[in-house]
């Protein structure tokens, strides 16, 4: 029987730790299909910091650095300026990413880094308890918004690949789905070009995955693949907002 298909050298053979239906299995998955076809698994680092993304260091087969909550940015930045061989990547949920880590991240976004960031984005926090994150949806319930997101009193979701793509420096950025077989191969050949820029040495990269979570959703697996198509696509559009190495090509 032909094999059309193993899994990726740059996963490890480890257990499944996500909750059932989550799309984080998906992007760990398609990363590292990535960087096996990119061929970059010996110089590839990945920053890893606190929330459901922290579980990817059980899976990821490539050197992995913890940082503390939300300074991912500041640690890539940091080991990348020291060891420019290396391929450096950020792996961060939206708790993380955009709300205690948001200076960091728009910093290192302004400044051109030459990383990349992969963001998660399921709209709540799901490891602590599924409190409201930053990119929680008007009238979404969460623990700490029982009635729904509150524009008034709790402001509005905020949309990370726009606001990153009003800066000047960031060479690539873009939003992708992971709820659709066409959305997760288009969010891999994202991924690949963010990381072929880096190595490029275009500059920072900024690659936003639209996620679920069954769990703090209260929804089945199923249910939540609609969610992201009919909803959360809605108010976070898919596509390419920034990519500077067009113009140059």
């Known amino acids: 029987m032909k094999t059309l298909y ?17 799309m984080h299995g998906i992007a760990n998955r398609i990363i590292g299909e990535a960087v096996d076809e990119l061929a970059i698994r010996r110089e590839m680092v990945g920053v890893i910091a606190v929330g459901c ?42 708790g993380d990413l955009a709300s205690i880590g948001i200076a960091e991240t728009l ?6 880094e030459n990383i990349t960031v992969i963001f998660i984005n399921n709209c709540i926090y799901g490891m602590t308890g599924g409190q409201m994150a930053p990119t ?9 918004t029982i009635y729904g997101r509150n524009a008034s009193t709790e402001g509005y979701p905020i949309r990370m690949a726009e606001l990153i793509s009003q800066l000047e420096a ?20 994202g991924i690949k070009k963010a990381f072929t820029n880096q190595i490029n040495n275009k500059g920072y990269s900024f690659v936003e995955l639209l996620s679920n979570c069954p769990t703090n959703w209260k929804m089945n697996p199923k249910d939540t693949l609609d ?23």
Do not use: W
């Open 6 to 22: 193993t899994k990726p050298l740059s996963l490890r053979e480890n257990g499944h730790k996500y909750c059932p239906g989550c």
């Open 227 to 249: 969610h992201v198509s009919n909803v959360t696509s809605k108010y976070f559009p898919l596509g390419v907002y920034r990519d500077k190495t067009e113009v140059e090509e």
């Open 136 to 144: 929680t949806l008007i009238g979404q319930k969460s623990t700490t």
């Open 53 to 94: 993304a922290n579980l990817s260091q059980l899976y990821f087969n490539f050197d992995l650095i913890g940082a503390a909550h939300g300074r991912a940015a500041a640690v890539a930045t940091g080991y990348k300026r020291m060891a420019k061989d290396r391929v450096v990547m950020c792996y961060q949920g939206d």
């Open 170 to 189: 960031p060479a690539y950025v873009a939003r992708f789905a992971l709820n659709s077989p066409r959305n997760i191969n288009d969010a891999k050949k």
């Open 107 to 112: 910093h290192a976004a302004n400044r051109g």
